[in-house]
Nanobody, 122 residues
Framework: QVQLVESGGGLVQAGGSLRLSCAAS????????MGWYRQAPGKQRELVAT???????NYADSVKGRFAISRDNVKNTVYLQMNSLKPEDTAVYYC????????????????WGQGTQVTVSS
């Protein structure tokens, strides 16, 4: 009932920048949290950054000071600005959105994007 469309991944040299976008659509009543996770080959998926509807943000220690999460609540879109990229940032990045659906009663949803590849060359 909720679709997420990610864009913005690609290949970049170390020190470069990329901006990821994730747009949510469907029977959305409200969005509580939007975030980004990543999974490198042979590793578990890990949190990169999250943003709540209250305005608070949370970042993994490894990206603090380099990445910035933001959201457009009108467009139901979350962004991840990634600066000073390092080879260890190479991974598939997944968008995650949590909220409530238009239904009676309101039901929660927890949706994931299809993933977008980010590759940082040294």
């Amino acid at each position: 009932q909720v679709q997420l469309v990610e864009s913005g991944g690609g290949l970049v040299q170390a020190g470069g920048s990329l901006r990821l976008s994730c747009a949510a659509s469907g029977s959305i009543f409200s969005i509580n949290a939007m975030g980004w996770y990543r999974q490198a080959p042979g590793k578990q998926r890990e949190l990169v950054a999250t943003s709540t509807d209250g305005g608070s943000t949370n970042y993994a220690d490894s990206v603090k000071g380099r990445f910035a999460i933001s959201r457009d609540n009108v467009k139901n879109t979350v962004y991840l600005q990634m600066n000073s990229l390092k080879p260890e940032d190479t991974a598939v990045y997944y968008c995650n959105v949590r909220g409530r659906l238009w239904s009676t009663p309101l039901r929660p949803f927890d949706s994931w994007g299809q993933g977008t590849q980010v590759t940082v060359s040294s």
